[in-house]
């Protein structure tokens, strides 16, 4: 027997070390932190980081889709997919935070922290409201001023018909007319701020106002070459003069009579309609035409 082996009375032999093969015992498993929350608290949170995403992701969407507006040429249409796919995706964001929200606030409602839970559902159940209802009325808006139906119309093109595109979207860089918006879009008996050129905002015929819509002409023509603005111009101005003698019951000597024509991209496309107009040298506050 050697040395080390003898102990003294009630002393314990020093434990034996393990063998080279044997394992050390597992470490104990520790939960995640996620998974030690209660089931109801734990899809609360997860419900509000979805909500979370998906607010973030309507506002870029939405964000973008309103930065597509300074693009060249965006209300010719040239940019309508970018701006219509993103006002899509910011709806569809909006959507699915409000469903979020609403399934979040449930949860909370199941949780001992009911109050806070509940609350900042509520807050999150607002801000993707107002996401909803800002990206819907924006994309509403864009369907409308864009055309999309009529966009749509134009994706599967022939060779021929590109070309013909092609060469519209070139003439809209060289020419203009005056008064577009108010050709396009005015209203006969419509009394503006503005003049010919820029005819500013629409007003009521009783308040000051520099521009009055009296009619509205057909011009003749083939859309195959477009005239010009001067001959255009012209030729609505004689045609103008019969409607607008009919349509004004008083003297109409030293009135500036002026005619909005199409540009030339708009007479290619068929447009022909020419508005016939009053311009005054200062403001004034009735209407010419009754």
């Given at each position: 027997m050697n040395q080390e082996d003898v102990y003294a009375p009630g002393e314990a032999p020093p434990p034996a070390s393990l063998p080279q093969w044997a394992s050390a015992p597992p470490a104990p498993q520790v939960a995640a932190p996620s998974d030690t929350l209660p089931r109801?608290?734990?899809?609360?949170?997860?419900?509000l980081t979805r909500v979370g995403w998906a607010i973030a992701l309507g506002s870029v969407s939405l964000a973008v889709a309103r930065a597509t507006h300074i693009l060249p040429d965006w209300e010719a249409g040239r940019w309508w997919m970018f701006t219509i796919g993103f006002g899509i995706v910011a709806v569809l964001s909006g959507l699915l935070a409000v469903v979020y929200s609403v399934a979040s606030f449930g949860e909370a409602r199941r949780h001992s922290r009911a109050a806070r839970g509940a609350g900042l559902a509520v807050l999150a159940l607002l801000v993707g409201g107002a996401l909803l209802v800002g990206a819907g009325v924006s994309l509403v808006d864009d369907w409308d001023r864009l055309d999309v139906p009529?966009?749509?119309?134009?994706?599967?093109?022939?060779?021929?018909?590109?070309?013909?595109?092609?060469?519209?979207?070139?003439a809209r860089d060289r020419t203009a007319a005056s008064g577009a918006d108010v050709r396009r879009h005015g209203r006969i008996g419509g009394c503006y701020t503005g003049d010919a050129a820029d005819?500013?905002?629409?007003?009521?015929?009783?308040?000051?106002?520099?521009l009055e819509v009296v009619v509205a002409i057909e011009l003749p023509g083939s859309s195959d070459a477009y005239?010009?603005?001067?001959?255009?111009?012209?030729?609505?101005?004689?045609?103008?003069?019969?409607?607008?003698?009919?349509?004004?019951?008083?003297d109409t000597t030293g009135l500036d009579l002026r005619a909005l024509v199409p540009t030339e991209v708009e007479w290619l496309a068929g447009d022909h309609q020419a508005m016939c107009v009053f311009q005054f040298a200062s403001p004034v506050t009735e209407r010419v035409a009754e």
């Open positions: 109801p608290r734990r899809e609360y949170v997860e419900g009529d966009a749509w119309d134009r994706i599967d093109l022939t060779p021929e018909k590109r070309g013909i595109v092609d060469t519209i979207d070139s005819p500013g905002e629409e007003v009521a015929c009783r308040e000051a106002h520099r005239p010009g603005v001067a001959e255009l111009t012209a030729t609505a101005l004689d045609l103008c003069r019969e409607p607008v003698d009919a349509a004004v019951e008083r």
